[in-house]
């Protein structure tokens, strides 16, 4: 009796579905003429496409509606929008000219409607209208670009560097972004005047033209971490969360190690700050900060924080010994609230390590602090994965 009361359910949604598969089939006659084709067309350009709206002709055979469009010599891509809908958007453009499109009204049964031509003319393309903001300079070990991408489109920018001084051009490093705006570094390339390129190429393989520019890396190099001693002043925040988590593991050389990170004690107050001597004297020129893989942009993690420098600490804790060299504020290339991230995030903060460029080189120190002004949590506690600091030794 127990199988019977699941069988009947079972039997009765297996016949309700042939039959509907029936009925569906029967509505299709292969032999119904092509649908007829959609009329009153508007066409609105966008930067990069078009957006096509239309009346769609009373038909019960019609499907769908087709563009076919060319985006470059041979490159051809299609556009389709359901019968119930009035509306297609074009996208792929790498230009402003006019170009051919073919409307298609697609019938149940595939017969295609006779073609309709219109022609549109897209708005400047993400590629051209992002390359025109496009600046680069030299800086610390490469070069560093800026760009505005106010449209937010997938874009690559690629940057190039003359290996030979004979047009022989090799890839230094491709950034991917889909932000508002943003600032990308190239590093580890020596102090030697070389002409570097800059491009911008979206997902469709439309380039913009290319800026070419003469420049000399500055000299930099990676301060090794071993000298670096955790130096405990009054007042400053340097017990870790447990005796895992110590200051010594944001200067240890390991990243993304789940346990290997510096945890301050939950429920503190901030700013939070703490003391590192270098054993050495060193010219800062960048740094960088690690977050973790697991979760970025969230929670424990700076956010924004304050370097400062000094070669005589109040021996008190104070602050009258002590420089501001910068204050620095965390990015997160995809712009995204907190709680969703890109793997362009994930990479940039956790595997790359968040680039932090001094804009006015300070004068050499042995001493720094970190102060810690903002996490992106609400909670008092603070993690730091790694740290990592470029610049010079003055001996």
């Known amino acids: 009796m127990k199988k019977l009361k699941y069988f009947i359910p079972i039997l009765l949604f297996a016949i309700l579905a042939i039959s509907c598969k029936k009925e569906t089939n029967a509505y299709i006659d292969a032999n119904a003429p092509a649908p007829a084709q959609v009329s009153n067309i508007k066409v609105e350009a966008t930067p990069g496409g078009a957006i096509i709206t239309y009346k769609i002709p009373v038909d019960k055979n019609i499907l769908y509606v087709k563009a076919v469009y060319e985006i470059q010599p041979g490159i051809f891509r299609e556009a389709k929008s359901i019968f119930y809908k009035d509306t297609l958007a074009l996208v792929g453009f790498g230009d402003t000219l006019s170009h051919e499109v073919k409307l298609y009204s697609i019938g149940k049964n595939e017969k295609e409607s006779g073609v309709i031509p219109i022609s549109v003319k897209p708005l400047m393309p993400p590629v051209r209208s992002v390359m025109e903001t496009v600046t680069f300079e030299s800086t610390f070990g490469g070069v560093v670009v800026e760009f505005k991408n106010i449209h937010q489109a997938d874009l690559s920018i690629v940057v190039l560097m003359d290996t030979t001084g004979h047009n022989s051009w090799a890839p230094v490093t491709t950034y ?122 969230s929670g424990v993690w700076v956010k924004s924080f304050e370097i400062w420098g000094s070669n005589d600490p109040d021996a008190d804790g104070g602050w009258t010994h002590w420089e501001l060299f910068e204050k620095f504020n965390s990015f997160k290339p995809s712009g995204l609230p907190m709680g969703q991230v890109t793997a362009e995030d994930v990479n940039y903060a956790a595997a790359s390590g968040e680039d932090f460029n001094f804009t006015v080189s300070p004068p050499p120190v042995r001493y720094i602090r970190f102060k810690t002004l903002k996490t992106y949590g609400t909670s008092g506690q603070i993690f730091i994965c790694e740290l990592r600091f470029w610049g010079q030794i003055i001996p």
């Open 176 to 297: 991917y972004t889909a932000a508002l705006a943003g600032k990308f570094a190239t590093h580890g390339l020596d102090s030697i005047e070389r002409r570097f390129a800059v491009f911008v190429r979206d997902r469709w393989n439309n380039k913009s033209d290319t800026l070419i520019k003469s420049l000399k890396p500055l000299y930099e190099m990676l301060i090794p971490w071993k000298p670096f001693v955790a130096y405990h002043l009054p007042n400053d925040f340097w017990t870790g969360e447990n005796a895992t988590h110590t200051l010594e593991k944001a200067f240890d050389g390991i990243v993304n190690v789940s346990e290997d990170v510096f945890a301050t004690k939950d429920f503190l107050t901030r700013p939070q700050w703490w003391t590192l001597d270098l054993h050495q004297n060193v010219v800062f020129s960048r740094m960088k900060l690690y977050q973790r893989t697991s979760y970025p942009y």
